[in-house]
């Protein structure tokens, strides 16, 4: 019993690694491939996201330069009467309104800010502007500076942060940039929690110094509004000493947040919240190594605009999405001399793919302009991660699938897991067949052998005739357990066909309770018969129904007491058997119809074996949907055969 139970945890061992071996690949390779097909459809969407982004941006330029030239060729038409805007084409732009600063300033602003066209977390571009002879003009970077307008236009002093800050110095106001993102994020009423000013010196051509302040804001009281209101207002000067100026600026700030209008009667339903400056403390400070000190008191202080590629209010731009443009060697490393190259009979820009692996980068190459003889150059850079789109769109059926494929291979092992029990329990039957069998038979073998034995010692003619008597019994015993095995294997046998006919119950105990009448004397036994007026009839094979009806009667008779009783009933719905032997325990019960199982022996008197005749009635029973209860009753065993429900 040990051996095989160790032999079967080895098959289940051996059996168990190479299961979830397979599903594990199973899984890898189903989701493999289904990530494969999603990143296919990032990548179509990151192309189809930077033409339309080129487009635009290409569509902005040109409209400015064809306005600007037009501009050109009219002031150029009154300056010099009968001049054509061809013989004036070599002139230097520089003489003229569209200068090559007023150029670059464009450039550059289209260049840092155009991000938002492509707003994707895995995907980034740069852009470079080139002029005529393919010098560059501008690229997206990062800056800091402002703009005024006036009547003159717009003037604008911006500055590559690239040109006087570290690194290390950059990432500082880069945090500070992102931590005040997430605050107004948090808080949409409040404009800002720190705010970013520049010292300039007095030609807004130098950057001399950077400020960052962490701004405290105090909402107005809705009684203090209210008290304002109803009171006389006060000189300047009252008012100046309750406001509180910005020691940095010398102002004082206010802000109102959103308010919610009903657009239907114009009424307001919400009213704005009102913000005051209560505090201004500068927090980090920068200053220009290469100004004197003395310089620095002639400067102008101006509040400022950050601008950092991807960290971003607008967008909700994080740290992390600007540190990697800006630790990107592709998206930085253009070229002080572009290099433009366009298959021949191509207008149409197309996307080069320099690199396509976990991290996909490619550029598009504009022409602004005439095709033949462009105003500028724009090179778009891209850098996209559609394996990292794909993995983070599919997490969810990453873990279904892992759910599902898990559930799946529990199953798998569980089913065989049973297999295995079946295969144990088929070998642990087949083993006590083979020793129920062997034991069943060596005593009738025993037996042949000692009278034969007996008849080589004695030669009297009386006991001759005794010992030969006792042989031949001996061998219709072993032939009878002979023929019992051979209908057990054909029972099991898918091959078995049942004939088809009516069969009455009633009739068949009436016929095999005449072949037990010698044994129902010899026992004293009475039997008591009652047969309602409808029969219980089955469709089925007589000879198999009349072995199984056989071996019930054979069990009441031979486990009957001496001068018992046995009592039969039959309906239409079932057949009852009882006799009035001693009752059975509860693992007799539980095992009677199992193959050669040991009962008491004190129950049978013998060794213990039952036999096979409840094994056979209950298998051939059950071929013809017909159903066997065992049970204990007052004074006896009853068997009830009755039909299956449902």
């Not at 400056?277 to 605009?305: A, R």
């Not at 209010?313 to 443009?325: D, E, I, K, N, S």
Request: aromatic share 10%; net charge negative.
């Amino acid at each position: 019993m040990h051996e095989m139970e160790e032999i079967m945890r080895r098959k289940k061992k051996s059996f168990w690694k190479p299961t979830a071996a397979g599903f594990a690949v199973m899984y890898l390779a189903t989701m493999g491939l289904a990530t494969g097909l999603v990143k296919e459809r990032f990548v179509q969407e990151d192309e189809l996201r930077l033409e339309g982004a080129a487009s635009a941006i290409l569509d902005r330029a040109g409209e400015k330069e064809f306005s600007m030239e037009q501009e050109m060729t009219n002031e150029q038409e009154i300056l010099d009467g009968q001049k054509s805007f061809q013989e004036q084409e070599d002139s230097d732009r520089q003489e003229n309104a569209w200068s090559r600063e007023k150029r670059k300033s464009f450039y550059q602003d289209l260049a840092n800010n155009s991000f938002w066209r492509v707003n994707s977390k895995y995907m980034q571009i740069s852009i470079a502007a080139y002029d005529e002879h393919k010098d560059l003009l501008a690229k997206s970077r990062d800056e800091i500076g402002s703009y005024a307008v006036s009547t003159t236009g717009r003037e604008e002093w911006y500055f590559a942060l690239d040109d006087y800050l570290s690194s290390e110095e950059k990432e500082v106001l880069a945090k500070y940039q992102a931590e005040d993102i997430q605050y107004c994020l948090q808080e949409p009423d409040v404009a800002e929690k720190y705010r970013f000013s520049i010292r300039v010196s007095p030609d807004l051509k130098e950057l001399w110094e950077i400020y960052v302040q962490e701004i405290v804001w105090e909402e107005d009281k809705e009684e203090e509004r209210e008290k304002e209101a109803g009171e006389e207002s006060g000189d300047e000067e009252e008012d100046g000493e309750d406001a509180y100026m910005d020691p940095l600026t010398g102002g004082y700030h206010f802000m109102s947040g959103k308010f919610v209008v009903d657009y239907a009667s114009g009424e307001e339903m919400e009213s704005a919240r009102n913000f005051h400056e209560v505090s201004g403390e500068v927090v980090w400070k920068w200053t220009n190594p290469n100004v004197d000190k003395e310089k620095l008191g002639k400067g102008e202080i101006v509040h400022t605009e950050l601008t950092l590629p991807y960290l971003n209010l607008y967008f909700a731009g994080t740290l992390a999405q600007w540190q990697r443009w800006r630790n990107s060697n592709y998206l930085q490393g253009f070229k002080e001399q572009g290099e433009f190259v366009w298959e021949e009979g191509t207008e149409a820009p197309t996307l080069m793919i320099e690199e396509d692996g976990i991290c996909r980068r490619g550029k598009m190459q504009l022409r602004v302009g005439m095709v033949e003889n462009p105003f500028a150059y724009l090179e778009i850079r891209m850098e996209s991660r559609p394996w990292l789109a794909a993995v983070d769109y599919m997490k969810y059926v990453y873990l279904a699938g892992a759910v599902l494929t898990a559930a799946c291979m529990l199953a798998v092992i569980g089913m065989m897991n049973k297999v295995y029990a079946r295969q144990a329990a088929l070998e642990e039957t087949r083993r006590d067949f083979t020793n129920a069998m062997a034991h069943e038979l060596k005593t009738p073998l025993g037996v042949i052998r000692n009278f034969a034995e007996n008849l080589l010692e004695h030669h009297k003619e009386e006991k001759r005739d005794y010992y030969l008597s006792q042989i031949i019994g001996q061998t219709e015993e072993m032939d009878r357990l002979v023929g019992e095995m051979i209908e057990v294997s054909k029972l099991d046998s898918e091959k078995l066909v049942l004939a088809k006919e009516e069969v009455s119950f009633l009739a068949l105990l009436q016929e095999e309770l005449g072949r037990f009448v010698p044994m129902i004397e010899e026992k004293k036994i009475q039997v008591e018969f009652s047969a309602w007026k409808d029969d219980f009839l089955v469709q089925g094979d007589r000879d198999y129904l009349a072995k199984a009806v056989w071996n019930l009667l054979a069990n009441a008779v031979d486990y009957n007491r001496e001068s018992g009783k046995i009592f039969i009933q039959v309906d239409k719905e079932q057949c009852v058997i009882e006799n009035s032997g001693e009752a059975m325990g509860e693992e007799a019960l539980l095992h009677a119809f199992d193959l050669f199982y040991t009962s008491d022996k004190s129950r049978t008197g013998k060794d213990g074996h039952m036999g096979m005749g409840l094994y056979l009635a209950k298998k051939i029973l059950e071929l013809h949907h017909l159903k066997l209860v065992l049970s204990n009753v007052e004074g006896g065993v009853r068997v009830v055969v009755c039909r299956e429900r449902g």
